[in-house]
């Protein structure tokens, strides 16, 4: 999906009538996820949060569209929730991610909206567990709730490459002419298993979802 749209984009912006100066930035982000992952059977969960943190290449040519490239490190997973039984539990997944996303945009020289629609495609890097009891024996332990689904706690991520679709709302503020600062919020919505989704696996569905909140500088090249 994102070689389909850059080829899009390049093909039209080498096929059309140059109307506006083409511009170039480059620049780096940062900020947190609040992120779950979506099982099928349900897995009761809070969000959890993680850092991501990357690099970003933006081009725009027509007066209100461009294109935007990412890589970045994010931290995703879930942390389970127990309610109020005394247990504490949480998967740790970090990946490498490059987002590919049209950049729609509006304004002044000074301030402008925009809106960022694509996909992205992330490979992880590792996964962490922090528990304070013994995951792989949770139902023989005194007072663990034995409705809870208990299997994901122990479960190897067996995908390593996910992908999804991604949507974003955000703010630049202009400093002169060749530096700005972005805000910017995000949804994520993963479309491909962290596990196993086979008739014979215990879980149908398990993907990553995650809300993205960000700060970033962009410095114009060209």
Known sequence: ???????????????????????????????????????????????????LMGATVRYTEEKVFGLIGELLVEQKGWKENFEEAPFAYNRELTYLTLPVMTHIYFGS?????????????????????????????????PGFPTYRSVEQMSLEVKNKFDYGILAGLGMEFIIKKKHSFILEGRYYF?????????????????????????????????
Do not use: C, W
Request: charged share 15%; no cysteine.
């Open 1 to 51: 999906m994102s070689v389909i749209l850059l080829a899009v984009f390049f093909a039209f912006s080498a096929s059309g009538q140059r109307m506006y100066e083409p511009k170039v930035f480059v620049g780096a982000k940062g900020g947190m996820t609040m992120s779950n992952v979506q099982f099928t059977p349900h897995v009761k969960q809070t969000l959890r949060q993680g850092l």
């Open 109 to 141: 020289s000074k301030f402008k909206g925009f809106v960022n629609l694509g996909a992205s495609v992330s490979y992880l890097l590792g996964s962490k567990i922090t528990s304070d009891f013994d995951y792989s024996n949770a139902l023989n332990l």
């Open 190 to 222: 993963g479309l491909g298993n962290i596990f196993p989704a086979t008739k014979k696996d215990i879980f149908s569905s398990s993907r990553n979802t995650a809300i993205e909140v960000s700060l970033g500088y962009m410095f114009r090249i060209k």
